[in-house]
């Protein structure tokens, strides 16, 4: 399940509909989620614009390292990824996703 925005105070709301996952957008603290959900895994959160779009593959690679420290189960844009997104940035995120320790 996916809604756009701060869903912070919504979070078990979102829960109780019986999903498996809840994706979180960039506007939702990662840590906060995790310990707020206790049923669905929390996918998210890296910001597709600010993160993902204009910055670069190593400020990706720290910022995915900092939502999958927070808890987050599945690595993932907080939102739809800009088309012209950097194909490095993208799979920056997604070799910091495969290295994680968790």
């Known amino acids: 399940l996916h809604i756009c925005g701060d869903t912070?105070?919504?979070?078990?709301l979102m829960e109780s509909c019986g999903v498996n996952?809840?994706?979180?957008?960039?506007n939702v603290d990662p840590a906060t989620a995790v310990k707020t959900v206790k049923k669905a895994v929390i996918v998210g959160n890296l910001?597709?614009?600010n993160v993902l779009w204009n910055k670069t593959p190593e400020f990706?690679?720290?910022?995915?390292?900092?939502v999958l420290d927070a808890g987050v189960a599945l690595l993932a844009p907080g939102c739809g990824?800009?088309?012209?997104?950097?194909?490095?940035?993208?799979q920056a995120m997604v070799d910091m996703a495969k290295a994680h320790k968790y």
Not at 8 to 12: H, K, Q, R, S, V
Not at 21 to 26: F, R, Y
């Open 8 to 12: 912070t105070a919504g979070l078990n």
């Open 81 to 90: 990824i800009v088309s012209k997104t950097p194909t490095v940035n993208l």
């Open 21 to 26: 996952a809840i994706s979180i957008d960039q």
């Open 60 to 66: 990706v690679r720290e910022k995915s390292k900092e």
């Open 47 to 49: 910001d597709p614009v």
